[in-house]
């Protein structure tokens, strides 16, 4: 089954500055990688999603990017703020199976 | 627009218990599945439904039964419940097309004594 991995598992940035997440998969196969966002006691939500016939998608201050040779992909929020403070999860999904990330807890500083 | 509902929110167990955790989604979705989610290992698939009548394992699904009598409701049961099944499960949705988001509930926190 799929393997996806990522990085760092926390991540404190100064508000205003950039926030890198990098995550890989094993599965060539996998076609679909979706970014979630979970805040505390509450359930994973979507917030930017990439397909395997694009290499980089963007929403405002959220982007991601795709090497599928690689077999790697990245979260990039530009100009963070203190409500990015969150655990964001990468995933892969291949054949309607989600797998995720372990998280990256990210602290934006005030 | 409720989405996924999970209850209960909350619960405590004893070791050997069985219980039902409750699943329900209203946007006509035709898949819906259980993850759990642990420090430091992100969330694993349990079981998953891609429609009435049809189930399949995920990645961990020992120790846990499902069914899916109707295209709302996706319950998960423990069998006889163990420690090590103490963990936050969620449940998820989304249209049978491929390459579509998954729409999460807000988690049933669990823990087994």
């Known amino acids: 089954g799929e393997n996806v991995e990522q990085h760092p598992s926390t991540l404190s940035v100064q508000e205003g500055d950039s926030a890198v997440i990098k995550c890989t998969y094993s599965?060539?196969?996998?076609?679909?990688f979706p970014w979630y966002k979970q805040e505390l006691g509450k359930g994973p939500q979507l917030i930017i999603d990439?397909?395997?016939?694009?290499g980089e998608k963007k929403d405002q201050r959220i982007a991601v990017t795709l090497n599928k040779t690689a077999k790697h992909f990245s979260l990039h929020i530009t100009e963070t703020q203190p409500e990015d403070s969150a655990v964001y999860f990468c995933?892969?999904?291949?054949?309607?199976?989600?797998?995720f990330g372990a998280g990256t807890t990210v602290t934006v500083r005030a | 627009n409720a989405g996924v509902t999970q209850t209960p929110k909350f619960q405590v167990l004893k070791t050997g218990q069985s219980m039902t955790l409750q699943c329900a989604q209203d946007?006509?979705?035709?898949?819906m599945s259980w993850y759990r989610q642990d420090p430091g290992m992100g969330l694993r698939l349990i079981h998953y439904?891609?429609?009435?009548?049809?189930?399949d394992q995920g990645e961990v699904p020992n120790g846990y039964n499902v069914s899916r009598s109707t295209t709302e409701d996706f319950p998960l049961r423990l069998l006889s419940a163990a420690p090590s099944q103490t963990s936050v499960y969620f449940c998820?949705?989304?249209?049978?097309?491929?390459?579509?988001?998954?729409?999460f509930g807000d988690g049933t926190r669990l823990s087994i004594l």
């Open positions: 998820a949705s989304s249209p049978i097309v491929q390459n579509q988001p998954q729409h």
């Open positions: 599965d060539s196969a996998s076609n679909y």
């Open positions: 990439i397909r395997s016939n694009v």
């Open positions: 995933a892969g999904e291949g054949d309607y199976k989600l797998s």
């Open positions: 946007m006509n979705h035709e898949y």
């Open positions: 439904s891609v429609g009435a009548g049809i189930t």
